[in-house]
C-alpha cells in the first residue's frame, strides 16, 4: 500500500557529506513520523533521526551536530543532511514512515536501504 523509495547514499571519504532522500507513495492520508535508521552487520537496527509532521526532531547523540532531518509534506519526502562523515557511520540505512493509509488505520513502513560507506 505505501512504498519507501530511498537515494543518495554511496562512498565519501571522512569528512565528506552525502544527503539522503526518501520518497513515500500509495494510499496516503498522512504521515506521522518519518525517520533514518541504520545498520551494521551483527548489530541491531538503530534510531539516527526521525521528524514529526509538526517538524519536531529526534537525533541519536553520534549524530548531533553532524545531521539534519528534514521533510517536505507536500511531497511526502524525507531528507537526510550528513555532514562531517566519519568511518563509524558506514551502514545500510533506512527509512521508515508511520502513515495512515485511512483516517484510522495506521502502519509503520520500512525502504529498501541505501549502503553509506565513510572511507578513505
Known amino acids: 500500500q505505501v512504498q519507501l523509495v530511498e537515494t543518495g547514499g554511496g562512498l565519501v571519504q571522512p569528512g565528506g557529506s552525502l544527503r539522503l532522500s526518501c520518497a513515500a507513495s500509495?494510499?496516503?492520508?498522512?504521515?506521522?513520523?518519518m525517520g533514518w535508521y541504520r545498520q551494521v552487520p551483527g548489530k541491531e537496527r538503530e534510531l539516527v533521526a526521525r521528524?514529526?509532521?509538526?517538524?519536531?526532531?529526534t537525533y541519536a547523540d553520534s549524530v548531533k551536530g553532524r545531521f539534519t532531518i528534514s521533510r517536505d509534506n507536500t511531497k511526502n519526502t524525507a531528507y537526510l543532511q550528513m555532514n562531517s562523515l566519519k568511518p563509524e557511520d558506514t551502514a545500510v540505512y533506512y527509512c521508515?514512515?508511520?502513515?495512515?493509509?485511512?483516517?484510522?488505520?495506521?502502519?509503520?513502513?520500512w525502504g529498501q536501504g541505501t549502503q553509506v560507506t565513510v572511507s578513505s
Open positions: 521528524i514529526t509532521n509538526g517538524g519536531t526532531t
Open positions: 521508515n514512515a508511520v502513515v495512515f493509509t485511512t483516517l484510522t488505520l495506521l502502519n509503520a513502513y
Open positions: 500509495g494510499t496516503i492520508v498522512s504521515i506521522n513520523f
